[in-house]
């Protein structure tokens, strides 16, 4: 039997971020990918070799906003790996039916030029609604940076300017309780307090919605953050692709000595007397883990499926089987090779517009129907709202000279009400089901770019079901489960396993489903690994946080005074 100190459940971008920590920590690790190539849900593939040859895609994650909220692109050097990061901006555009159009560009003043040009309350409106925001979620990303219930941790990440922040927005008893009022509310409420044009809310709507759920949805206000930060820090790309950072990262691995294997797919985890001490893959091939088992899947399919019922605790399991909740909602997938960029006609078209993405909402009302008929299994595609990139235009090379490429993300159920028990694995999706529903997303954005009925050379579908099928995850959720307030921060994807360490020994959470959840950010990686070294070594670690926690104040406060 193969042995090494860790080894890892999933090849994804936390997994091989967990690893390089790991590993330049000094212990042996090996990674375990169920697909042919690892990624997960950061990939570049070339999905239509014959169709669109020297074409390449990226079927999950596209636009990077949250990894720059945390420190490991600089902690792990991937830039001497190969990393380069290209900047969007404009970084979005958003066409309406009454021939208004919002461009919002990195600068927020710039935003609020854009803005003015149809209603200078909103311009100005826009500049409070940032500000608000940022102020409140500068400091609260440091929580990101930390497992959530260690305190030691979460107050060595904070440093004179993040307090300042958080202070500015609580203040006084009522301030404080006007934020509170603020929080519990809906996104939608907190967007109308602001602004009066429909242009405007309909962006932010269908931006806030992006965490996979209505904007009409209470205590979710905080999907603001999804507004401000492709302004601060900024919304960025890979240059070849979302796959590049994953590329970088195995670099990294490799290099360190670290071991990768691919069409590996785990099938049962050992437990031993209550310790994790290996696993086993298709095929019956076994792989000793001396000192952890660390898993980047969700945790239902973990402690569910690939663990013997006897060594779960009966209470743990029931728990994760009906108290993690998941809103049916994910996403049916739609790559195109095109001859042309779209052509916004209509919209006093400029190139630009295609740097960043580019969202279809008509209106709140057409984007909270795009994500409350998913609720209910039926599938929103009268009218469709889209969310939708050009990678060509920010990144040529990922299409042969003169060809683009068109990603488009359609939210959709995973399982469809009044087709139980059709389809694959029963959820009613079908080949032609799903095509018919591309069909008439393809033409309902033609309608603002008319050019695209002749640009297409072939196109890419996959129904939710098949997205399900590639990443392993539960329902389709890319996100494990659903980025709702009860089921963040420490309260993810249980209280009693938020800190990424589990009741069982050895064995260890990582991936989306920990804190702080979804997106491209290589946070929970960079956290379980922490814990992880914490839990081998706790006295050298925690005089390295020390010495770390002083180094942020000592900067913290001479920066303050050299202002």
Not at 77 to 96: I, M, R
């Amino acid at each position: 039997m193969e042995a090494y100190d860790v080894v890892i459940i999933g090849a994804g971008h936390n997994g091989l971020v967990c690893a390089g920590y790991l590993l330049k920590a000094g212990y042996s690790v090996l990674l375990l990918e169920g697909r042919s190539l690892p990624g997960g849900g950061c990939s570049t593939e070339k999905l239509m070799p014959q169709e669109a040859p020297g074409s390449k895609f990226n079927p999950c994650g596209m636009n990077h906003l949250f990894i720059f909220l945390g420190p490991v692109i600089q902690e792990l050097e991937l830039h001497k790996y190969g990393l380069e990061y290209l900047v969007c901006d404009p970084v979005a555009f958003c066409p309406h039916p009454d021939g208004k159009y919002f461009l919002a560009h990195k600068s927020v003043e710039a935003t609020c030029a854009q803005i003015a040009r149809y209603s200078k309350h909103d311009a100005e409106q826009y500049a409070k609604y940032i500000d608000y925001w940022q102020r409140l979620v500068t400091p609260i990303v440091r929580f990101s940076n930390a497992p959530p219930k260690s305190i030691v941790d979460i107050v060595g990440n904070y440093n004179l300017s993040n307090l300042q922040h958080l202070f500015s927005i609580v203040g006084g008893t009522d301030t404080t309780l006007d934020l509170i009022c603020t929080l519990l509310s809906s996104p939608i409420d907190n967007i109308n307090e602001y602004f009066d044009s429909e242009f405007v809310k309909a962006r932010l709507a269908r931006l806030s919605a992006e965490l996979s759920s209505p904007p009409s949805q209470k205590a979710m206000s905080f999907r603001a953050m999804m507004l401000l930060l492709p302004h601060n820090p900024s919304m960025a790309r890979p240059r070849g692709g979302s796959g590049a950072l994953v590329e970088a990262l195995v670099r990294l691995v490799k290099s360190q000595g670290g071991v990768i294997l691919t069409d590996q797919k785990v099938e049962k985890v050992l437990v031993d007397n209550g310790k994790a001490v290996g696993m086993r893959v298709a095929g019956g091939k076994e792989y000793r883990a001396n000192k952890g088992v660390i898993s980047s899947i969700d945790a239902k399919r973990l402690f569910l499926q690939l663990i013997d019922a006897g060594d779960v605790d009966a209470n743990l399991r029931e728990r994760l089987d009906r108290r993690i909740v998941n809103n049916n909602e994910t996403i049916l997938k739609i790559d195109c090779a095109l001859s042309e960029p779209l052509r916004f006609e209509y919209y006093n078209h400029r190139d630009e517009y295609l740097m960043g993405s580019v969202l279809i909402a008509d209106s709140v009302n057409h984007v909270e129907q795009a994500h409350s008929e998913i609720t209910l299994g039926k599938i929103p595609d009268d009218n469709p709202s889209m969310y939708l990139v050009i990678p060509t235009a920010l990144d040529p090379s990922m299409a042969p000279e003169g060809k683009h490429t068109l990603w488009i993300e359609f939210f959709a159920p995973y399982e469809i009400t009044g087709k139980e028990g059709t389809g694959l694995k029963s959820t009613g999706w079908t080949d032609e089901l799903k095509n018919k529903v591309a069909d008439k997303i393809i033409a309902k954005l033609a309608q603002y770019s008319p050019s695209l009925n002749h640009s297409i050379i072939a196109r890419h579908v996959e129904s939710p079901a098949e997205l399900g099928e590639r990443l392993g995850s539960y329902k389709a959720n890319y996100y494990h489960i659903d980025m709702t307030l009860e089921q963040m921060l420490c309260f993810r994807p249980l209280p009693e396993l938020a800190n990424y360490k589990t009741p069982i020994e050895n064995l260890y959470l990582t991936g989306a489903g920990t804190h702080p959840g979804g997106s491209i950010s290589g946070m929970p990686g960079r956290n379980c690994a922490g814990v992880f070294l914490h839990t081998e070594d706790p006295i050298s670690q925690t005089l390295k946080e020390a010495g770390d926690s002083i180094k942020t104040t000592i900067k913290s406060v001479f920066g303050a005074n050299n202002q």
